[in-house]
C-alpha cells in the first residue's frame, strides 16, 4: 500500500529554476512514486551556511509511494547526483537539494535517513510550501498541527517566487 510523502527540493545553484523542474521530471520517472501535488516555487535566503550565498529557491511535492522510505532516498541521492549535486551533508551551494519531509506518519532515525526530517520545524522555507499544499498537515512526533510551529515573521522571510500549484486529485 502506497504511503504519502512529502519531499523538499532546493536549488542556489547555477539556474535554480531549471533545477527545479529538471529534478521534479526526474522524479515522475521513479518506480512507485506517484506525484499528487506541487507546491508554488519560494525563495528564502541561505540558512546555516558557511559565508555568502545566493538565495534558495524551494519547492514541495506531495506523492503517493509504494516502496520502503530507503529506496526513495536512494533514488532521491541518484537524482541529485545526475543533476550535478555535489558535497553532500556540507553546508555549501548545491544544484539540487532532495529531502524527504514526511513519509506518512513513519518515524525513522538512522544514521542515513531521519523522518520525519529532523530540521523540518525549524525551516519556514521548508513549512510555507509544505502547508501551502496542506495547511492542516499534523508533524508524527509533536501530534500537532506544522502550522503552529510557523510565526508571522518566518512566514515573511520566504517570498512566493512562482504561483503554479498542481494537483493531481
Do not use: C, W
Amino acid at each position: 500500500m502506497a504511503e504519502t510523502v512529502f519531499i523538499l527540493l532546493g536549488s542556489n545553484r547555477g539556474d535554480r529554476e531549471k533545477y527545479l523542474g529538471d529534478a521534479l521530471s526526474k522524479m515522475e520517472e521513479i518506480d512507485g512514486l506517484e506525484i499528487v501535488a506541487t507546491s508554488a516555487i519560494y525563495v528564502s535566503e541561505a540558512r546555516d551556511m558557511e559565508g555568502e550565498n545566493p538565495s534558495f529557491m524551494n519547492q514541495v511535492v506531495m506523492a503517493d509511494y509504494k516502496y520502503l522510505p530507503h529506496e526513495l532516498l536512494n533514488t532521491l541521492e541518484m537524482i541529485e547526483k545526475s543533476l550535478g549535486r555535489t558535497g553532500k551533508g556540507q553546508r555549501l551551494p548545491r544544484t539540487i537539494d532532495l529531502d524527504i519531509l514526511l513519509f506518512g506518519q513513519q518515524i525513522i532515525q538512522t544514521d542515513q535517513l531521519s523522518i520525519p526530517h529532523r530540521e523540518l520545524l525549524n525551516r519556514p522555507f521548508a513549512m510555507v510550501p509544505l502547508l501551502q499544499i496542506d495547511p492542516e498537515i499534523i508533524h508524527p512526533v509533536t501530534k500537532t498541527p506544522v502550522a503552529e510551529f510557523l510565526s508571522a515573521e518566518e512566514r515573511q522571510e520566504v517570498i512566493l517566487y512562482k504561483d503554479h500549484v498542481a494537483r493531481n486529485v
